[in-house]
C-alpha cells in the first residue's frame, strides 16, 4: 500500500510567478484534502476534491485553484504568487464512504521571494 | 465555527518526566478530535483520535489523551518522555467521515532535555 507522495518536496518562486504542486493519493483513497501551513502556525483547510470535483473550500481566494484526475491525483495552483504564500503545502487522501482515514504526504516546501 | 486552542507554544520536559499537552476545543455539534505530530520537514502523523465511547483513548507510542465534555478539553499525556518524542503536536477537530475536513490548532513545541 502506497501513501501519498507530494512533489516537488521544495520550490522557490518570485512574486507575481505561478506555480503548481502535485499530489499523488494512497492507494484506495478517492478524496484529496489541501492544506497550508505557515511557519509557527498549523494547518489551515483550502479546499477538498472528490470525483474531480470541488467539495469544500477554506477562506482562501480564487488564486488558490485546484484540479483531481481520474486516478485521484491532484494539483494545486496558485496564481500571482504572494510572499505570504510561502508555506509547506499538505495533501490529504481519504475515502469519502468509508470513515475516518486521513493520510498525510510529507509536504511541500514553496518559498516566495 | 469551530476551533482550537493550545495555549502553550513551546514545552520543555526533562527525558523521562510525565508530558501534558493541553488543547480546548470549539465545536457546535459532537467534536471528533486527534492529536498529530509532526517531525521537522515532515508530513503530520496521527497519533490517536476520539469519536465516541470510553473518553479515554490510547494512541501509538505510548501516547494517551482524555476527553472532557464539560471542559470542552481533550489533552495529550505521556507517563515517560523520550528524546524522539521532540517534535511539534497539533490538536485538530473535525469529523470522523472520509469527507471531512480538521480545524488543528496553532500547534506545541515539544523540547526534551536530558
Known amino acids: 500500500e502506497t501513501g501519498v507522495t507530494q512533489s516537488p518536496t521544495h520550490l522557490i518562486k518570485t512574486r507575481g510567478q505561478q506555480v503548481t504542486l502535485r499530489c499523488s493519493s494512497q492507494s484506495g483513497h478517492n478524496t484529496v484534502s489541501w492544506y497550508q501551513q505557515a511557519l509557527g502556525q498549523g494547518p489551515q483547510f483550502i479546499f477538498q476534491y472528490y470525483r474531480e470535483e470541488e467539495n469544500g473550500r477554506g477562506n482562501f481566494p480564487p488564486r488558490f485553484s485546484g484540479l483531481q484526475f481520474p486516478n485521484y491525483s491532484s494539483e494545486l495552483n496558485v496564481n500571482a504568487l504572494e510572499l505570504d504564500d510561502s508555506a509547506l503545502y499538505l495533501c490529504?487522501?481519504?475515502?469519502?464512504?468509508?470513515?475516518?482515514?486521513?493520510?498525510f504526504g510529507s509536504g511541500t516546501r514553496l518559498t516566495v521571494v | 465555527a469551530q476551533s482550537v486552542t493550545q495555549p502553550d507554544i513551546h514545552i520543555t520536559v526533562s527525558e523521562g518526566a510525565s508530558l501534558e499537552l493541553r488543547c480546548n476545543y470549539s465545536y457546535g455539534a459532537t467534536p471528533y478530535l486527534f492529536w498529530y505530530v509532526q517531525s521537522p520537514g515532515q508530513g503530520l502523523q496521527l497519533l490517536l483520535k476520539y469519536f465516541s465511547g470510553d473518553t479515554l483513548v490510547q494512541g501509538i507510542k505510548g501516547f494517551e489523551a482524555e476527553f472532557k465534555r464539560s471542559q470542552s478539553s481533550f489533552n495529550l499525556r505521556k507517563p515517560s518522555v523520550h528524546w524522539s518524542d521532540a517534535a511539534e503536536y497539533f490538536c485538530?477537530?473535525?469529523?470522523?467521515?472520509?469527507?471531512?475536513?480538521?480545524?488543528f490548532g496553532k500547534g506545541t513545541m515539544l523540547l526534551v532535555s536530558p
Open positions: 490529504a487522501s481519504s475515502f469519502a464512504q468509508g470513515g475516518y482515514g486521513y493520510t
Open positions: 485538530a477537530v473535525g469529523g470522523n467521515s472520509g469527507y471531512s475536513t480538521l480545524t
